[in-house]
């Protein structure tokens, strides 16, 4: 991890659960959140369930949207602003996850204009990059990050306290991790990229790895430079698995 930073551990509970689910869910892990103070614990529920789980946990832990439209208001059938999202009771928004990028076309120059959107309406934007596993094994997986950083993040960003998340998209839900090295390879490079373009901000802001975090495998991830946090999927729907990834942080 980064000295003096501390670290995040988001849950992106994507489309599961019912209401009650998603209750029992964020109760379990706001009681057990005061085990693990050292780490800053965040939920991203589906939408329908935003409100009443932030509700539910008041201050115990952060509550977050997993999208947002870049248009503040209008005719966008099925979408949400970030206004909204801040309305009830959200505080971070996870944008340009590789599951939007893929399922939805959206492209660098969208997410930027989604970020933009999220900081206007004082939510922290945790923007996702990461290479297919095609590209990584072309030698192209730090050349493609950090392109998408350079397209998706804007100005402001580092001010903001912005959030990255390293997801490489062949890992996501599939079981395997990068190598450790390989992890910590492209969290140095995200590094270097954002020291380089925000100055000094950029080498405190909070870099995630996600892409199959499990309790088995989260300490030694999280031990390795640069790597301030996670961003967990389908462990994070798990109160236990959840909760022991966050004390792996320290």
């Known amino acids: 991890m980064t000295p003096g930073v501390r670290p995040l551990i988001a849950g992106n509970w994507k489309m599961h659960g019912s209401l009650a689910e998603a209750a029992a869910l964020a109760g379990a892990v706001r009681d ?17 369930y935003l409100h009443p789980v932030a509700i539910q946990v008041g201050a115990g832990l952060a509550v977050g949207g ?15 602003a970030a206004a909204m999202l801040k309305d009830t009771g959200a505080t971070y928004v996870i944008l340009g996850h590789s599951e939007r990028r893929a399922d939805h076309g959206e492209a660098d120059a969208a997410v930027r ?7 206007a309406a004082g939510l922290t934007p945790i923007v996702c990059v990461g290479e297919s596993e095609a590209q990584r094994l072309a030698g192209e997986a730090e050349a493609v990050v950090t392109g998408q950083l350079g397209g998706s993040l804007p100005e402001g960003f580092a001010a903001a306290g912005g959030v990255v998340a390293y997801e490489p998209v062949w890992a996501i839900g599939t079981g395997r991790t990068p190598t450790e090295p390989d992890i910590a390879a492209i969290h140095a490079a995200i590094r270097a990229n954002l020291v380089q373009r925000f100055g000094e901000a950029g080498g405190t802001l909070r870099i995630l790895y996600g892409g199959s975090v499990k309790p088995g495998n989260a300490g030694a991830i999280l031990a390795l430079p640069h790597v301030d946090g996670a961003l967990v999927g ?4 798990v109160a236990a698995d959840f909760l022991a990834i966050a004390a792996a942080a320290g």
């Open 113 to 119: 204009a989604k970020a933009e959107a999220a900081l």
């Open 234 to 237: 389908g462990a994070s729907l």
């Open 32 to 48: 057990g959140a005061a085990g693990v103070a050292a780490a800053e614990l965040l939920v991203c529920p589906p939408f329908p």
């Open 66 to 80: 997993q999208d947002c439209h870049a248009a503040v208001k209008g005719a966008h059938t099925g979408d949400v």
